[in-house]
């Protein structure tokens, strides 16, 4: 039996904003040479690690098969755990799933 891969986007509560205007998600700086995705057991380490200064997040679940442009799984450079990274493409809303609007415990001023 096969099963969509259902893969994940953190992204800031103003980027949700923006993209409701639009067709396409609005993504960081971070994302210019490809987006990158978590699965489902990485969520809450990726939205602490890097998201822990903004007071309202957003979780993207996306559906990977609605996804245009390259799919890979690689290690970050220097890392061990393998990530998905999507070359050549770009989130369309028609992927999204579901989202979730969480805030963050406390957002930390660094």
């Given amino acids: 039996m096969l099963y ?3 893969l994940y986007k953190v992204i800031t509560l103003h980027a ?3 993209t409701q205007a639009s067709d396409r998600v609005s993504l960081s700086d971070s994302d210019t040479a490809f987006i990158h995705f978590s699965e489902k057991e990485d969520v809450e380490r990726i939205r ?3 998201f822990s200064t903004e007071p309202t997040v957003v979780i993207l679940e996306v559906d990977a ?4 442009g390259r ?3 690689e290690k970050n450079p220097g ?3 393998e990530y998905y990274h999507l070359y050549e493409g770009f989130l369309p ?3 999204i ?3 979730q609007i969480v805030d963050n415990p406390r957002s930390i001023s660094q």
């Fill in 79 to 81: 890392g061990q755990k």
């Fill in 93 to 95: 809303r028609s992927a």
């Fill in 48 to 50: 602490k690690k890097f």
């Fill in 4 to 6: 969509a891969l259902v």
């Fill in 65 to 68: 098969s609605r996804l245009p």
């Fill in 16 to 18: 949700w904003e923006r």
């Fill in 71 to 73: 799919m890979v799984k």
């Fill in 97 to 99: 799933a579901s989202h």
